[in-house]
Structures are given as structure tokens and as C-alpha cells.
T-cell receptor, first 114, second 111 residues
Framework: DTAVSQTPKYLVTQMGNDKSIKCEQNLGHDTMYWYKQDSKKFLKIMFSYNNKELIINETVPNRFSPKSPDKAHLNLHINSLELGDSAVYFC?????????????FGPGTRLTVT | GENVEQHPSTLSVQEGDSAVIKCTYSDSASNYFPWYKQELGKRPQLIIDIRSNVGEKKDQRIAVTLNKTAKHFSLHITETQPEDSAVYFCAISGTASKLTFGTGTRLQVTL
């Protein structure tokens, strides 16, 4: 299937732990993103990478560190997890070429910090 | 910076009626205006988009209108069906790589 995939789908962990979420897209897109969707459904961009280079870095605690080993992968590592980090994290990708700016979202990772 | 307000936050309509969701923005450099639909527990998906050189775009039962002077754009859904029930997000972009999303509208279509 051509798509944006994320692992894991669910992540339950305790405060203070470090965890990672992985994202892969096989659409051949140049740009990838991480979004955070909180309990009120607000969808906010965190990071964006274009061809492995960071191009958007919103006001996000530096406990969050994205890593893009190649343009098909964008992982998110979170250190010292806090209760407020509980949310659904969506990865997305886009081609940003010609007339198409559509962002394709992954299925989301529901992170619960206890 | 980019800011987008979306109204209403919840909308309930009867099946067959029309639904309208409005967004206003402040950054006059915004030139791309997509709408995303997110069903319960699912990922957001693009349903329609419009660029600043176009005033209206239609795709079957959904349409988007843009008023660049007034800095607002709207999503119109006609002949609503139960499967239209979802959260709808407007978004704006001045560059293709960054979308700023509205706060979402939960649409409920009742039988």
C-alpha cells in the first residue's frame, strides 16, 4: 500500500520515560511533518523536514527531537515525558510541487503519559 | 504571524440540509486554503482546496468560497448525509510547507 505509516499506534508510558515514534512514507514526497493533536482536537504543527533538512521548528520543548535519516523517514524522540505530552501525534508528508500541496497524514500515534 | 479562526465549533444539521463552516485569517500573504475532514479515530484527509487566484471551487456536494479582500473562506456542504459527520478543519498557508489549522468544527448530521 502507498501510504504514510506510523509506529506504534498506541503508546502508554510513565512520566520521565523516553520514547520514540517512527514514521515512513512511500509516496516519494520531499517534505514530512509532525503534528500534535490535543484532547480538544487542536491540530498544531511541530516540525517539518524537506529532503532531510529541518525547515519548520515551532515553539516545541527541546525534549522533542525529530530525526530524518532519509527523506522517506521522520522519527520523533521525546525525552523526559510529561503528563501534558499526552496527545495524538500525526506524521504527514507532501510533495509541494506543481498544483498539489496536499498533505497526507499517517494514522496517528496515541500517546498516554501516566 | 498566521492565525485562523473557525466557526462554529459545533454544528448539527438534519440529513439533506446544507452546512456552512467559515474561517477568517489575518495574514494577507496566505495563498492556499485547504479543508480537511477527520472522522472519529481517523486521520485528517483533504477534501477540497482553493488557491488565492480562484474565488470558488466545487466538487460534487462540497464547495469552497474565498473572499481575499475580507480574508475569509467557507466550506459549503449540500444535501448532507450521515457519513458527512466528522470534524472539519480549515487551514491556511503562505508557503506550501506550512499549514496553520483552524480550531475545527464538529459536524453532526442527524436522521
Amino acid at each position: 500500500d502507498t501510504a504514510v505509516s506510523q509506529t506504534p499506534k498506541y503508546l502508554v508510558t510513565q512520566m520521565g520515560n523516553d520514547k520514540s515514534i517512527k514514521c515512513e512514507q512511500n509516496l516519494g514526497h520531499d517534505t514530512m511533518y509532525w503534528y500534535k493533536q490535543d484532547s480538544k482536537k487542536f491540530l498544531k504543527i511541530m516540525f517539518s523536514y524537506n529532503n532531510k533538512e529541518l525547515i519548520i521548528n515551532e515553539t516545541v520543548p527541546n525534549r522533542f527531537s525529530p530525526k530524518s535519516p532519509d527523506k522517506a523517514h521522520l522519527n520523533l524522540h521525546i525525552n523526559s515525558l510529561e503528563l501534558g505530552d499526552s496527545a495524538v501525534y500525526f506524521c504527514a508528508s507532501s510533495q509541494d510541487r506543481g498544483l498539489s500541496y496536499e498533505q497526507y497524514f499517517g494514522p496517528g500515534t496515541r500517546l498516554t503519559v501516566t | 504571524g498566521e492565525n485562523v479562526e473557525q466557526h462554529p465549533s459545533t454544528l448539527s444539521v438534519q440529513e439533506g440540509d446544507s452546512a456552512v463552516i467559515k474561517c477568517t485569517y489575518s495574514d494577507s500573504a496566505s495563498n492556499y486554503f485547504p479543508w480537511y475532514k477527520q472522522e472519529l479515530g481517523k486521520r485528517p484527509q483533504l477534501i477540497i482546496d482553493i488557491r488565492s487566484n480562484v474565488g470558488e471551487k466545487k466538487d460534487q456536494r462540497i464547495a469552497v468560497t474565498l473572499n481575499k479582500t475580507a480574508k475569509h473562506f467557507s466550506l459549503h456542504i449540500t444535501e448532507t448525509q450521515p457519513e458527512d459527520s466528522a470534524v472539519y478543519f480549515c487551514a491556511i498557508s503562505g508557503t506550501a510547507s506550512k499549514l496553520t489549522f483552524g480550531t475545527g468544527t464538529r459536524l453532526q448530521v442527524t436522521l
